[in-house]
């Protein structure tokens, strides 16, 4: 037999068998290896037509809002309140104030118990079953859906009071704040190493003063961050608002009446048969997404810089 | 001026582990003494029992008498009035992050009420000045913060805050250790200058610094003290084996 | 300063500024200088012992306001639905009816809507979500990495009502003129696409509710994704895998259980999802078995109704379906966290 066939390679391939008796370049490895290499590239091709379906949505719907919304955002748009069915010039002027109430109302009620919570956890309750069974229900009530809030809100205030109030928009919202503020708080309080709190203490001040004047002030652009977070997301709520705030079409500043808000108009004239509150509709969208993407951005920007100050 | 401290049958456990054992001990006042031991030997532990920072850990409990000045420190004072007294130095420079360098100083008196202006004045530069720290930042006192300065100078200003308070006792956990021989030797120099006004206590791993610094000594093993004696003594002539094999570098 | 002597036994100190102390004698017990303006400012200060006490109170109370929150939600619910419960029992969620007149509500109707939309806006979203977060972890250049992924969090930042806007002028027109139709031509044989086709329906919410649910199961994909140690990585590409490979086999298998949590999150999402739903659904309390058809979900029904209601009856049986969504949401969550977290394992994630 002539041995030196297998040691030569056979005519026409170039790369000779590292093994004599295992041929590298059999056919059907030279198959499978093809086959993998093609799902290798069709999976690329996937991963990167999903991130650019994914992305299409996005831009489609900033662009119409822009494009639909922009020539609405008048000095009437903000000054004025919804004109009668049929007439031109109205604005959102009472919306946008009416949020900014609510809102208000949202976050004196929320942020403080959202931070006090989160103080709890991060300073006293650090390996407690206590602590960790309230940081399970926060995540909890985190889950809940913003519908269900409302209802809860409905019971506890539109009930007793017989009557649809910003107060009512106001503590639904504020309900929404506090599990998130809650867990941001913990995570950014977690962050400040203990050894500045040791040097605290070390010097004689009492807990409490350590824990405001150390802890929180470390923590406390981490901590900002979190409730601007919190913040701009129950800005843009409407399903809690339905049935607490109720909305006006008027101007409302009194805390015990219902009161318009910016989603809740959306949602009202988005609805409605009406081309002229159509266009509202977009006009105010645009609002309230760039004043949320605004928020976005700074929160991510504050967070980058006040991370490197606080924790150095 | 400083205190003197009497320690009597303190004993110290971190959950279940028993860290120190029966501890009879005497610290003369206006003195400085070192501790010297291996690693993990209950050397900083002891240290944190005299300022009542053990405590700050929720699974930590100390037994025993501590007496400084003559009050028993468990008995008849609350821990923060006990850290009013005492200063601690840590092993790591720890100031905060948020504050200039003159808020970390004031900070032991800021943060505890004390608001005339004057006096924080004069304490910050007097507690810089004996920390041989305060030509090098006395221009950017308000400017900059704590954290800006490098890890000698952040140590010298930690010490700086310790003695702003006034402190009778200073306790001071391996304050060099993570420093550079530049800032090792002018801490050294800190603390032989600052052993005439406070009593001072000095964890070190390093025994030359001990035999530098400290008049007396005291040798812990395994949460034992095994000897306590003037530092001559204790590198020249050892009572105990197990010192002297220390000392002579057989472990540890 | 000191030279380093030596490795012999006695070891010199070269500086001893005092002489050797004695320790058996008394050492000074009290203080023999004045005592200073601070240290006497100190010293008459309280210890605080009690502001701490009253501190660390207020701090736990707002902490325990957060059971409070939970307890009173499930109360309401219970009692505001008694009504309702007692009426009806379960039969109420196997019944399909829904006449406020005559006082008959079943809610079934908004069962199938919720499962259906919820259902279809996963199987849509999440083969995305996948590849959205393959291509951010593994395969996209580390430039293009921040701003894609700010852009998939500005998705998730956009109000549902925004969604809905859109959908309504945008989604629907297109589902009613071209997709539509192009679905009954070359689909119609499933027999899911029957009927009229207004635009708005169960397939338009359902897509709307895809676009809605993607960044978040994508955003915890990649979470976990990142969470898989790069010696698995390394250890697959080391025996000669193609980078698919090395995916699906070093991160993708290890992720498996992280991702499925990911998924049920996403669900979790969907099923509370409310007014883009209800802007594009129809709004029709019936089952249609086309996909065309107008429905309810369990959310959008409350939502449509809810300040309308008259009558007690009707208000409680508003009330339960809301307690059935709070109890299945909640199960579903608790599901996903407790997966989530087994695999990420506490180590912080950051912020959705």
Request: with cysteine; aromatic share 8%; proline share 5%.
């Amino acid at each position: 037999m002539n041995t030196s066939a297998l040691h030569t390679p056979p005519p026409g391939r170039d790369d000779g068998p590292l093994h004599p008796g295992l041929n590298m370049n059999s056919r059907w490895i030279r198959i499978n290896r093809a086959r993998r290499y093609a799902a290798n590239h069709l999976v690329t091709v996937l991963a990167i037509a999903s991130t650019v379906v994914v992305i299409l949505p996005l831009i489609a719907i900033l662009a119409y809002l822009l494009f639909m919304g922009a020539h609405s955002l008048n000095l009437n748009f903000f000054t004025k309140i919804p004109a009668p069915v049929g007439e031109q010039g109205g604005g959102m002027a009472n919306a946008i104030a009416g949020s900014g109430i609510v809102l208000a109302i949202a976050s004196v009620l929320g942020i403080p118990i959202g931070i006090a919570a989160g103080v709890y956890l991060a300073e006293f309750g650090r390996g407690r079953m206590l602590a960790a069974a309230v940081r399970f229900t926060a995540d909890v009530l985190n889950g809940v859906p913003s519908i269900v809030m409302g209802i809860a809100a409905y019971s506890l205030v539109v009930v007793k009071q017989g009557h649809f109030s910003a107060l009512a928009g106001g503590v639904a919202l504020a309900v929404m704040m506090v599990p998130t503020i809650t867990r941001t708080t913990e995570e950014m309080l977690a962050t400040v190493p203990n050894a500045i709190r040791e040097a605290a203490l070390g010097l004689g001040v009492p807990k409490w003063r350590t824990v405001l004047s150390v802890s929180l002030k470390t923590a406390s652009p981490g901590i900002i961050t979190g409730c601007m977070l919190a913040f701009a997301r129950v800005a843009g709520e409407t399903a809690p608002l339905l049935f607490t705030a109720f909305g006006n079409q008027f101007w409302s500043f009194k805390l015990n009446e219902p009161i318009a808000a910016l989603p809740l108009q959306i949602y009202v004239y988005a609805i409605s048969p009406y081309d002229e509150w159509h266009r509202l509709a977009w006009a105010g969208s645009l609002v309230l997404i760039v004043l949320i993407m605004v928020s976005v951005t700074l929160v991510r920007i504050y967070a980058a810089r006040g991370m490197m100050k606080g924790a150095s | 001026m400083g205190v003197g401290i009497d320690v009597e049958h303190l004993n110290a456990w971190y959950g279940q582990t028993h860290t120190l054992q029966d501890i009879n001990v005497k610290l003369p006042a206006n003195h400085a003494t070192a501790l010297i031991g291996p690693s993990g030997c209950g050397k900083s532990t002891f240290v944190r029992c005299l300022n009542r920072m053990h405590e700050t850990n929720p699974i930590a409990r100390a037994t025993g008498v501590v007496k400084m000045g003559g009050i028993d420190i468990y008995k008849d004072a609350e821990p923060v009035q006990i850290r009013r007294r005492v200063g601690m130095v840590f092993q790591r420079p720890n100031p905060f992050p948020t504050m200039s360098i003159y808020d970390n100083v004031a900070s032991g008196l800021k943060l505890n009420g004390f608001r005339n202006k004057k006096v924080l004045d004069e304490t910050v530069e007097r507690s810089l000045k004996s920390a041989a720290l305060w030509e090098e930042v006395k221009d950017d006192l308000k400017k900059k913060s704590g954290a800006s300065l490098s890890g000698g100078q952040q140590q010298r200003m930690c010490i700086a805050r310790a003695l702003a308070v006034d402190p009778e006792v200073l306790l001071m956990d391996e304050p060099a250790s993570a420093l550079d021989p530049v800032s090792t030797s002018k801490i050294e120099d800190l603390i032989f200058q600052l052993k005439s006004q406070y009593t001072i206590v000095i964890v070190t791993h390093n025994m030359q610094q001990a035999a530098r610094v400290a008049e007396n000594t005291g040798f812990f093993l395994n949460g034992k003290m095994v000897e306590f004696d003037s530092t001559h003594k204790i590198f020249t002539n050892p009572k105990d084996k197990r010192t002297e094999d220390y000392i002579t570098g057989r472990f540890g | 300063m000191t030279t380093e002597e030596d490795p012999k036994p006695t070891l010199r100190p070269v500086l001893v500024a005092a002489p050797p102390h004695d320790p058996g004698t008394t050492p000074t017990d009290s203080i023999t200088a004045p005592v200073s303006t601070i240290r006497r400012y100190l010293m008459s200060r309280r210890s605080g012992a009690v502001a701490d006490r009253i501190f660390m109170g207020a701090m736990l109370t707002c902490a325990l306001i957060i059971f409070a929150i939970v307890i009173f939600i499930v109360w309401t619910l219970v009692i505001r639905s008694k009504l309702s419960l007692h009426q009806f029992g379960f039969r109420f969620f196997l019944h399909s009816a829904w006449d406020p007149v005559n006082g008959d509500f079943g809610a079934l109707p908004f069962m199938y809507g919720t499962i259906v939309t919820s259902l279809l806006a996963l199987v849509m979203a999440v083969p995305l979500a996948m590849g959205v977060a393959i291509f951010l972890t593994e395969l996209c250049p580390r430039r293009l990495r921040t701003p894609i992924s700010f852009l998939t969090e500005l998705l998730a930042a956009i109000p549902s009502v925004v969604y809905g806007l859109w959908a309504v002028f945008v989604l629907v027109p297109i589902m009613r003129d071209q997709l539509g139709p192009w679905l009954y031509k070359y689909f119609g044989w499933t027999h899911l696409f029957e009927g009229y086709n207004f635009g708005v329906g169960l397939l338009t919410a359902s897509i709307i509710l895809a676009i809605m649910i993607l960044p978040i199961i994508s955003s915890i994909t990649r979470d976990i994704m990142l969470a898989v140690p790069t010696s698995q990585r390394e250890g697959v590409l080391a025996l000669g895998a193609t980078r698919w490979e090395m995916i699906r086999t070093g991160v993708l298998r290890n992720a498996r259980i992280g991702i499925v949590g990911a998924i049920i999150l996403g669900l979790g999402r969907a099923l509370g999802e409310t007014m883009a739903v209800t802007m594009v659904i129809g709004n029709h309390p019936d089952i249609g078995t086309s996909l065309f058809a107008p429905g309810n979900t369990l959310a959008s029904v409350i939502a449509n109704e809810f300040s309308e209601a008259t009558g007690d009856m009707y208000l409680s049986a508003l009330v339960e379906i809301g307690l059935a969504l709070f109890l299945v949401t909640i199960v579903v969550n608790a599901i996903a966290r407790g997966l989530v977290w087994a695999v990420t394992r506490g180590t912080p994630a950051r912020a959705h």
